[in-house]
Nanobody, 124 residues
Framework: QVQLVESGGGLVQAGGSLRLDCAAS????????MGWFRQAPGKEREFVAT????????DYADSVKGRFTISRDNAKNTVYLQMNSLKPEDTAVYYC?????????????????WGQGTQVTVSS
């Protein structure tokens, strides 16, 4: 069992930065692939980034590649999403997710546990 709690969202101007944290409870975290997803009003939830359990491999959506960085600290049971050069179109609720088995994935249905989400708003 893994419980996830996101934090770090807020309001930022275009071009600014935010770091999202996802704190996990449960022993399964250190072996779980982790992902970040987002959902804007009126849109479907979409993939943002994912990282393997070891942190050795990452994958990003084209829309955030070069601007966002996913990382994790298994000793702290935390996964991070550093977001730079933010754009108004990055405005969404951001969710972290854990996948018990397998590598990181872009597919929502591959993930077993989800956090409650944190709001990120980017003003122009």
């Amino acid at each position: 069992q893994v419980q996830l709690v996101e934090s770090g969202g807020g309001l930022v101007q275009a071009g600014g930065s935010l770091r999202l944290d996802c704190a996990a409870s449960g022993r399964a975290f250190s072996t779980a692939a982790m992902g970040w997803f987002r959902q804007a009003p009126g849109k479907e939830r979409e993939f943002v980034a994912t990282i393997t359990w070891s942190g050795g491999s990452t994958d990003y959506a084209d829309s955030v590649k070069g601007r966002f960085t996913i990382s994790r600290d298994n000793a702290k049971n935390t996964v991070y999403l550093q977001m730079n050069s933010l754009k108004p179109e990055d405005t969404a609720v951001y969710y972290c997710a854990a996948r018990r088995y397998g590598r990181g994935s872009r597919a929502l249905n591959d993930y077993d546990y989800w956090g409650q989400g944190t709001q990120v708003t980017v003003s122009s």
